[in-house]
């Protein structure tokens, strides 16, 4: 039996906890060893904020739910790792331009989606093209769409 770091215990964490949250094990594509740092929070010694090797922030740890909020580094990095349409909310070219630029995607703009996604879930917005241009949270079921 090794001992490991409390760096690398954390590092297997997030690994595990993306690899439950999304999937497809990309765990190990998002967080590879000695390529991430963190930044903890003060009150609860538990990484808040994760970063790659650029200093760019992959993921934010939801201390609520446990859950990885994804950044555009690793919206980035899971656009390329997970063949579509996994993961992903395809929008039209007008909202496309808009979500690029942060607004909100609307339901009758939706082309397709994941019907394997649920309520809550972390998706990618992309054009018709696959380009992405967001990351979001889905608030309305697939069925719904």
Same mark, same amino acid.
């Given at each position: ?14 690994v ?20 991430v ?31 990885l ?19 992903? !909310?395809? /929008? ?6 808009? =979500?690029?630029? %942060?607004?909100? @995607?609307?339901?009758?703009?939706? #082309? ?10 972390? !998706?990618? /917005? ?6 992405? =241009?967001?990351? %979001?949270?889905? @608030?309305?079921?697939?069925?719904? #769409?």
């Open positions: 039996m090794s001992i490991i770091d409390e760096k690398e215990f954390f590092r297997l964490m997030l595990n906890i993306a690899n439950y949250q999304f999937g497809f094990s990309v765990g190990e594509k998002l967080f590879p060893p000695g390529e740092s963190f930044v903890f929070s003060k009150f609860f010694n538990r990484p808040k904020q994760i970063l790659n090797s650029c200093g760019e922030t992959i993921a934010t740890l939801d201390s609520a739910t446990g859950t909020l994804l950044h555009r580094a690793g919206a980035r990095t899971l656009h390329a790792e997970v063949m579509p349409p996994n993961i992903r !909310v395809f /929008v039209n070219d007008e909202s496309y331009t808009f =979500a690029r630029r %942060g607004h909100n @995607v609307f339901c009758r703009h939706v #082309i397709k989606v994941d019907e394997n996604l649920r309520v809550g879930s972390e !998706v990618l /917005v992309v054009n018709s093209n696959d380009e992405l =241009a967001a990351v %979001g949270k889905l @608030v309305v079921p697939p069925s719904a #769409i």
